[in-house]
Nanobody, 124 residues
Framework: QVQLRESGGGLVQAGGSSGLSCAAS????????MGWFRRAPGKEREFVAS????????YYADSVKGRFTISRDNAKNTVNLQMNSLNTEDTAVYYC?????????????????WGQGIQVTVSS
């Protein structure tokens, strides 16, 4: 089992920046690729970013590429999402997830552990 807890987020103005952090506990964190997903109001959950077990590979949704940065610290069992140039379309509940594999994926079905989610609201 891996327990995930997100922190950060909240209310931010359009054009601003915010950061999310996900703390993992339980089984060996460094074995898993990690990902961030989000669910906007009235929409399905969508992929945001993922990172390989050692941080060597990262993937981003086209909608956040160049604005968001995913990183991880295996010594601290954390994965972070730095979000810049936020716009109102980034408003969503953001979820941290741990994959069943060390290789990152954009597919939510490959993630077996999920955090409870944290709200990010971008105001215009």
């Amino acid at each position: 089992q891996v327990q995930l807890r997100e922190s950060g987020g909240g209310l931010v103005q359009a054009g601003g920046s915010s950061g999310l952090s996900c703390a993992a506990s339980g089984r060996t964190f460094s074995n898993y690729a990690m990902g961030w997903f989000r669910r906007a109001p009235g929409k399905e959950r969508e992929f945001v970013a993922s990172i390989s077990w050692n941080g060597g590979s990262t993937y981003y949704a086209d909608s956040v590429k160049g604005r968001f940065t995913i990183s991880r610290d295996n010594a601290k069992n954390t994965v972070n999402l730095q979000m810049n140039s936020l716009n109102t379309e980034d408003t969503a509940v953001y979820y941290c997830a741990a994959s069943s594999s060390p290789v990152p994926s954009v597919r939510s079905l490959e993630y077996i552990y999920w955090g409870q989610g944290i709200q990010v609201t971008v105001s215009s």
